[in-house]
Nanobody, 133 residues
Framework: QLHLVESGGDSVQAGGSLRLACAISGYTHNRLSRYCMAWFRQAPGKEREAVAAIDPDGRTKYTDSVKGRFTISKDSERNTLNLQMNDLKLEDTAMYYC????????????????????????WGPGTQVTVSS
């Protein structure tokens, strides 16, 4: 049973940067590096969407709207999943969630540039990011 807790959400002006962190604990049988992990976000009135994903081998994928601005990374020594967000835009305003799973790990980009992933079993409670003009 994994326990995930996000931090780093804040209110920033457009063009600014934030770094989100997801503290992960509770794993016993598998090293953290063997988990498939991702960041999702959900804005008011919208469906939750995958933002960035990273597989156990460190391969990453991003939804088109954040590509070149966001960077997902994992620190197995500190047991954290990070999301560096630069050049933030108004449309990045959302609740951000980290997720993890030790099952099959896949992700793909749709024809509309959206990131689709496998299902995740473990989720954090979320951290709010608000971008203003």
């Amino acid at each position: 049973q994994l326990h995930l807790v996000e931090s780093g959400g804040d209110s920033v002006q457009a063009g600014g940067s934030l770094r989100l962190a997801c503290a992960i604990s509770g794993y016993t049988h598998n090293r953290l590096s063997r988990y498939c992990m991702a960041w999702f976000r959900q804005a008011p009135g919208k469906e939750r969407e995958a933002v960035a994903a990273i597989d156990p081998d460190g391969r990453t994928k991003y939804t088109d709207s954040v590509k070149g601005r966001f960077t997902i990374s994992k620190d197995s020594e500190r047991n954290t999943l990070n999301l560096q967000m630069n050049d933030l835009k108004l449309e990045d305003t959302a609740m951000y969630y980290c997720a993890a799973d030790q099952g099959a790990c896949w992700f793909q980009i749709t024809t509309h540039g959206l990131l689709k992933t496998a299902d995740y079993d473990y989720w954090g409670p979320g951290t709010q990011v608000t971008v203003s003009s």
